[in-house]
Each structure stands twice: as structure tokens, then as C-alpha cells.
């Protein structure tokens, strides 16, 4: 399954509340058992990053599908401001999730809960993904995507 890995992962990695889960996802991507894909707006945000972070990144990134960023996912992204999905201030976030509906990811894993792993904005991303002929994309968070119910591991 290609799944695309928005920046916020690689930093959770690093942050004790998120980090199980965001090792968890990248040791599946390592072993196979998922397919990774970023954009360049991944790559430009952890520029900025600190140096551990990008560090993992650069790690990481030759496991990692790189989508380009073209025509149709700017006017998937401008779809979703038009539709309010988001707010102009909010436009990286809601190219993250066009990358991926574009690049044709089945999922997008994020720790940003206010604009993608949101349940009020998902069926609206979705919404914009019918009217303009994509597929519906599933966004979750590294732990849905990292561990399975039948796992023992406590979450």
C-alpha cells in the first residue's frame, strides 16, 4: 500500500508522545510492509527542521516514492480552499493532502490533527477528491497505520 508520510511523522519520531508510533511506521516502510511516498513540500519543510530530523529524512529517503508536485495538485489544493476545507493560511497542509490524492496514495499518515487527521475535514477533502474525479483518500494517524488489532502490543 503507498502510503504518504507528511513531514510531522519525521518529527515524531523525536517527540515522546508520538514517538512509538512514528518508529513503528518507518520500521514498516524499512521492512516492506508498507511503500512510503513524500512530496517535495516535505522535503522543503524539514529543511527547516532540526538536524536530527532531517537527518532522519535523508535516512530515510531512499525508501521513499517522491511524487511531484504538479498542475493538477495546486488546483486539487486551490479545490480545497475554495471549498473552505481549509483556510488560505492552512495551504501547505492542504497540498500535503492533494500530493497524495494526485500521487495516487491510498492513505496519508499525519500527527497534524487540526488541519488533515481531522474528522470533520476528511469527508470534505473527500468531498473536493469526488467532484473533481479522484479517489477517496483514508487519512490516519502512524499509530492506526503502524499496528494491527491483532498485534499485542499496547497502544
Not at 495516487?104 to 487527521?117: P, Q, T
Request: with cysteine.
Amino acid at each position: 500500500m503507498l502510503v504518504y508520510v507528511d513531514t510531522s511523522v519525521f518529527g515524531g519520531v523525536f517527540d515522546p508522545e508520538f514517538e512509538r508510533g512514528s518508529q513503528a511506521l518507518f520500521q514498516k516502510i524499512r521492512d516492506g510492509q508498507l511503500r512510503g511516498a513524500v512530496s517535495a513540500l516535505v522535503a522543503d519543510e524539514l529543511v527547516r527542521a532540526p538536524a536530527r530530523v532531517s537527518g532522519l529524512f535523508t535516512e530515510l529517503e531512499p525508501l521513499l516514492l517522491r511524487l511531484d508536485i504538479g498542475r493538477p495538485a495546486y488546483a486539487l489544493r486551490r479545490a480545497y480552499l475554495d471549498a473552505r476545507v481549509v483556510g488560505p493560511r492552512w495551504a501547505a497542509d492542504a497540498l500535503h493532502v492533494a500530493s497524495a490524492t494526485v500521487g495516487g496514495c491510498r492513505a496519508i499518515v499525519s500527527w497534524n490533527f487540526r488541519h488533515i487527521v481531522h474528522f470533520q475535514r476528511i469527508p470534505l477533502y473527500n468531498a473536493v477528491n469526488e467532484i473533481h474525479g479522484y479517489n477517496p483518500i483514508r487519512i490516519y494517524t502512524p499509530l492506526e497505520m503502524a499496528f494491527d488489532e491483532d498485534e499485542e502490543e499496547e497502544l
